[in-house]
C-alpha cells in the first residue's frame, strides 16, 4: 500500500542510481525526523532483495504509476531481473561499523542457508586456531600452547570461557578478538595475522565467489539510524572510505 510521495519518489530515484554500472559509490540519505526515512530505507530493501515480477513489486510499481508513470518505468527497467543479496544493518548491533557489517552479512547468509559462499575472515580464523590447538590436545600431541593458551584466558579475562570466546569470535566481538590477539601474542610469541583481516579484504573475497555471483547480481548493505555511528565515533574514517571506495 506504499504511495510514495513526490519528496519520496525523487530520493528513491536517486538511489537507485547505485543499481547503474559505472556508478560505484555510496549514498547517504539525510532528512528531519519523521519524514519516513527508515519506511524509504524499507522500501528500496525490497525493490533489490525481491524480483519485479513478486507480487509485492507489482503492487508497488503500480502504485507508483497512479502517480508517475514514466518514473515508474524507468525504476522497473532498471531493476532488472535477478535478486541482491540484501544485508539489514541493525543499530547498536556490533563493536564498530566493521562488526556491524558482518554480523549483518552472516545473518544474511544464515537466514538463506547460503552454504555455498561463506564469510572468511580473521574472526573465524582465530576460533579455528583454537580449534586446532584442542584437537592437537584430544590426539595426545604436544598441546603445551593450548594448554598455555587456557591458563592465561583464565588469568587475564576470567569472564571468558574458552567455549564463551570462541563463540563471541564467531559473532565479530572487537572485544573477544582483542582477548584472543593478546592471549596468543603472549603464548605464541609473535603478533597473530590472516590476510582476510579487514572489511574490504572480507568483502572482496566474499563477492569473487563463483557461487554467490551465479545466485545474486551483488550484495546491498543498508544501515539505517547511521548519524548514531558517526555520532559515538563507532567507525574509523579511514576504514569507512576504502569500504566506500570498494
Known amino acids: 500500500h506504499y504511495m510514495p510521495i513526490k519528496s519520496h519518489r525523487e530520493a528513491f530515484t536517486r ?18 525526523y519523521g519524514t519516513g ?19 509485492e ?6 502504485n507508483w504509476r497512479q502517480r508517475d508513470p514514466e518514473g515508474a518505468e524507468k525504476l522497473h527497467k532498471l531493476r532488472g531481473e535477478g535478486r541482491y543479496r540484501l544485508a539489514l544493518c541493525e543499530y547498536g548491533w556490533g563493536d564498530d561499523f566493521d562488526s556491524m557489517v558482518l554480523r549483518s552479512i552472516q545473518t544474511a547468509i544464515d537466514r538463506e542457508e547460503l552454504q ?23 590426539s595426545g600431541q604436544a598441546s603445551g600452547a593450548f594448554n598455555d593458551f587456557q591458563n592465561e584466558l583464565a588469568t587475564r579475562y576470567p569472564d571468558f570461557t574458552l567455549d564463551g570466546l570462541k563463540q563471541d569470535l564467531n559473532s565479530f566481538s572487537q572485544e573477544a578478538l582483542k582477548a584472543f590477539r ?52 563507532s567507525i574509523r ?8 571506495e570498494m
Open 15 to 32: 538511489l537507485s542510481r547505485a543499481l547503474y554500472p559505472l556508478d560505484n559509490r555510496v549514498y547517504f540519505l539525510t532528512g528531519s
Open 116 to 138: 555455498e559462499a561463506w564469510l572468511d575472515t580473521h574472526y573465524q580464523e582465530a576460533v579455528r586456531q583454537i580449534e586446532r590447538w584442542q584437537a592437537r590436545s584430544l
Open 237 to 244: 574514517i579511514d576504514v569507512f572510505q576504502r569500504f566506500a
Open 57 to 62: 513489486m507489482v503492487c508497488f510499481f503500480d
Open 37 to 55: 526515512k527508515s519506511h524509504l530505507c524499507l522500501m528500496l530493501a525490497n525493490y533489490l532483495s525481491l524480483k519485479p515480477n513478486d507480487v
Open 182 to 233: 593478546e592471549i596468543y601474542r603472549i603464548v605464541v610469541g609473535r603478533e597473530f595475522s590472516y590476510s582476510k583481516d579487514n572489511l574490504v579484504a572480507i568483502l572482496e573475497d566474499f563477492l569473487s565467489n563463483p557461487k554467490f555471483k551465479t545466485r545474486y547480481k551483488g550484495l546491498v548493505i543498508i544501515a539505517d539510524e547511521f548519524g548514531y555511528v558517526l555520532d559515538r565515533g
